[in-house]
Each structure stands twice: as C-alpha cells, then as structure tokens.
C-alpha cells in the first residue's frame, strides 16, 4: 500500500469530505444543490467500477473542542459532533440512493434505529456488493477526527488511496488565501507533511497514514468535477506519500 498505484488501477477507495463542503454558499448545515452535486461526482465515480467508502466530517453543525468553552465539556461536545456526522453520513445516503446507487450507513457508535454498527467483515461485504459505505461517528471515541477516522477505515479496508477532498486544490507551503506567495506542493512526504505542519490533516491522522504507508491525494471537493478527474489521473492535486 505504501506506493501510490496510478489511478486507472485504484479498486477501492477512501473519499474524505468535511463537513463544512456540505454546507455550500450557507453558513450551516446542508445545501440541497451542493449535496446534489457532491454525491452525483461519487456515482460517476462508483460508475466507473471502483468501490468507494466515504468519511464524512461534522463541522457543519459543530465541532466538540468548540463547544468544549462552554458548559458542554468536552467529551460531550465530540459526542454531539460525532451524532452529527452521521446526520450528514444519512443526508449523503439518501442521496446516492436518490441518484440510484445503492449505500449503507455503518456507525462507530450504536444508534440501531438509523443505521448498522460498523463491522469490518460488514463493510467488507457490502463493498464488495457495489455498496457505497458511509462511515459515520468517526471513530466513536472523543478527542479524535474524521481525518484520523478516514486514515483508520483506509486502513482497515485496505484503500488503495485516501481521496481528502478539501476546499484548497492541493496542499501549500502556506495558506493560499493569506499569502499570496504559496505554492502548491505536487508530491510531499508524510514525514514531511508532518514535520512542517502543512495542514494536511492533524497530526494523529498523517501519523496513522505515515507508519500504515497510506497514500493521500488532496484535492478541492469544491471545483466541480474535480472528484472524477482525480479518479481519472487528471485535474490539480497533492499527492501526500513516501
Ligand atoms: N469527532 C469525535 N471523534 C471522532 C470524529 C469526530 O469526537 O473520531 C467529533 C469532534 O467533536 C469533531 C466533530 O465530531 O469536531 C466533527 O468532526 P470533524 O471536526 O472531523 O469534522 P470536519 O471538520 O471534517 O467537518
């Protein structure tokens, strides 16, 4: 797994999508137009015969170490942001299966009346069934992310690649929309990534890619198109390997 295959030869793979993406030109929640668009990019990307699993982030409705200032301790906000990814895991379900694809919801965190509990030998079957997999509740534990969730189901799954969908088309030196002077990276090291903190993930989730030798591909999720195009070898992007 540690080298990246080239795109044409990628089975399976791991698409991370934050939260905020979900939200569009709104400042919460869910954009019906860009839900619309979003998960249609990831049926052209099951059309194209790859089984795809999807992480999807919570920041949309809210983030634990936010809430964690206020009475709501910490524990409890990352419990509150972990129901709400799986409010967008069933938002983006529903609308594959709308679209005509079939997908499944399966939770790090019991909640029996919306969705199954992950399982590894359950995820494996369902993909296997052309099943798109939406893992929600991240990991299931507080004081973690869906980045470091996207990294350990990349794993598990045995990914060929981790597609971190972003609203930058890549991975810079700086942040592009404060220094003007930024350039983007074509290919960086985990380590590297890691050592100059260049916000690729947070540093659990590169670390976790780093030492499993899981190859990132970080791309905008916000250009139109953009999904199918990294899919296809094609479009601008990071590739985070060693
Ligand atoms: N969260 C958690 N454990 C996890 C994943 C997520 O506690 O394994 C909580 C945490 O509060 C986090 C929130 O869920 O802030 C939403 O996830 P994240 O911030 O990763 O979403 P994104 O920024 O990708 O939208």
Redesign the pocket.
């Known amino acids: 797994m540690s080298e990246l295959k080239p795109p044409s030869e990628w089975r399976r793979l791991l698409l991370?999508?934050?939260?905020?993406?979900l939200m569009g030109d709104s400042a919460f929640g869910i954009s019906q137009p860009t839900l619309q668009r979003i998960s249609s990019e990831i049926v052209a990307v099951v059309n194209s015969g790859r089984e795809v699993g999807l992480?999807?982030?919570?920041?949309?409705?809210?983030?634990?170490?936010?809430?964690a200032l206020t009475a709501v301790d910490?524990v409890a906000?990352?419990?509150?942001?972990?129901?709400?990814?799986v409010m967008?895991a069933v938002a983006v379900a529903a609308q594959l299966r709308a679209l005509g694809t079939e997908a499944v919801v399966l939770s790090?965190i019991d909640v029996p009346v919306i969705c199954d509990r992950f399982t590894h030998r359950g995820a494996i079957q369902h993909m296997a069934e052309g099943r798109v997999v939406l893992f929600a509740?991240?990991?299931?534990?507080?004081?973690?992310?869906?980045?470091?969730?996207a990294v350990l189901r990349a794993v598990e799954m045995e990914c060929d690649v981790l597609l971190k969908g972003t609203q930058v088309d890549g991975v810079y030196t700086a942040d592009p929309n404060r220094d003007p002077t930024a350039t983007r990276y074509d290919r960086v090291g985990h380590q590297e990534a890691l050592s100059k903190n260049l916000g690729v993930m947070d540093a659990a989730a590169i670390a976790l890619a780093r030492d499993n030798g899981l190859p990132i591909v970080v791309f905008s999720i916000q250009d139109t198109g953009a999904l199918p195009k990294v899919v296809r070898g094609e479009g601008t992007s990071t590739i985070v390997a060693d």
Request: aromatic fraction near 6%; proline fraction near 2%; hydrophobic fraction near 40%.
């Open positions: 991370k999508v934050s939260g905020e993406a992480v999807i982030g919570g920041g949309n409705f809210l983030r634990g170490a936010n809430l910490r906000g990352d419990q509150m942001g972990m129901l709400a990814t967008n790090a509740a991240g990991t299931g534990h507080p004081f973690f992310t869906t980045d470091t969730a």
